[in-house]
Nanobody
Framework: QVQLVESGGGLVQAGGSLRLSCAASGRTFYTMGWFRQAPGKEREFVAARGWSGTMTSYADSVKGRFTISRDNAKRVYLQMNNLEPEDTAVYYC???????????????WGQGTQVTVSL
């Protein structure tokens, strides 16, 4: 059974940092990444990285503040710096067999971890 398990969410003040981690079991993924969903809003793409390291993509809203990294084919991290209240959301780890940033291509999703940024 394929599972993606996130950790590292929490409550932080604006300007602070958090690091999210995700570990996959059951299979490896070429692309691993993160989506997020804020209350009352649609789920949105945050960042993705291919295993080879040559493919990386970020949403414009997080460029320069968030960094996605991987240390093997089953783990992905999201370093979030200079957090803003607008970053408050449930963050979901995702995995796909090829390179993609489209939500419909990610067949594997974690349960999500809450990130709350206060003023």
């Amino acid at each position: 059974q394929v599972q993606l398990v996130e950790s590292g969410g929490g409550l932080v003040q604006a300007g602070g940092s958090l690091r999210l981690s995700c570990a996959a079991s059951g299979r490896t993924f070429y692309t691993m990444g993160w989506f997020r969903q804020a209350p009352g809003k649609e789920r949105e793409f945050v960042a993705a990285r291919g295993w080879s390291g040559t493919m990386t993509s970020y949403a414009d809203s997080v460029k320069g503040r968030f960094t996605i990294s991987r240390d093997n084919a089953k783990r992905v991290y999201l370093q979030m710096n200079n957090l803003e209240p607008e970053d408050t959301a449930v963050y979901y780890c995702v995995g796909a067999t090829g390179w993609t940033t489209s939500p419909s291509d990610f067949r594997s999703w974690g349960q999500g971890t809450q990130v709350t940024v206060s003023l």
